[in-house]
């Protein structure tokens, strides 16, 4: 894990744009740790009969019916 000041991150933003996806910058002011930077790991690619796989396990069980009318009236009180 990379430590970095907080002028050198922002002098120079590359830092950010060249860490490695789940890899992290720690920056610092006055020595103390202010904001942990993290780059995003990448999702998963999920193929296509995963995907058929997922909506027909969520759609096979029927869920409670909602009234949205109601439900938004309640929220406007």
């Given at each position: 894990m990379k430590t970095l000041t907080m002028s050198q991150f922002f002098?120079?933003?590359?830092?950010?744009?060249?860490?490695e996806p789940g890899q992290s910058l720690i920056v610092t002011t006055a020595g103390k740790p202010e904001l942990i930077v993290t780059k995003a790991a990448r999702r998963p690619r999920r193929t296509a009969l995963q995907l058929r796989r997922e909506a027909r396990a969520l759609l096979s069980t029927p869920g409670r019916k909602v009234d949205t009318v109601a439900l938004l009236r309640e929220l406007r009180k």
């Open positions: 002098g120079s933003p590359g830092w950010a744009r060249s860490l």
